[in-house]
């Protein structure tokens, strides 16, 4: 069995060290036009807390031993973007 301490460990890099390495890398990727773009769409810092808990939640689907219902965020995520015509 695995420690909780190793469990907290796993949830905390996964917020924090996943949030400041999807930053960096998107710093790398996108320009600065389009990142002032990008906020003033939608709720400022909207994007950030979605894709803690959506780290978080793959993140408890492995450790429950469910990876294959990670595919059930992207299906959401999907279905959520999706723009009825």
Known sequence: MIPLIVYIASYMVSAVAGSAFVEFWLGKVITKEQRDALKNEGVEGAGKI????????????????????????????????????
């Open 50 to 85: 979605i894709g803690i808990l959506e780290r978080t939640l793959a993140l408890t689907f492995l450790f429950i031993g469910r990876p294959d219902a990670i595919a059930i965020i992207f299906a959401a995520k999907s279905i959520i973007r999706f723009e009825s015509a």
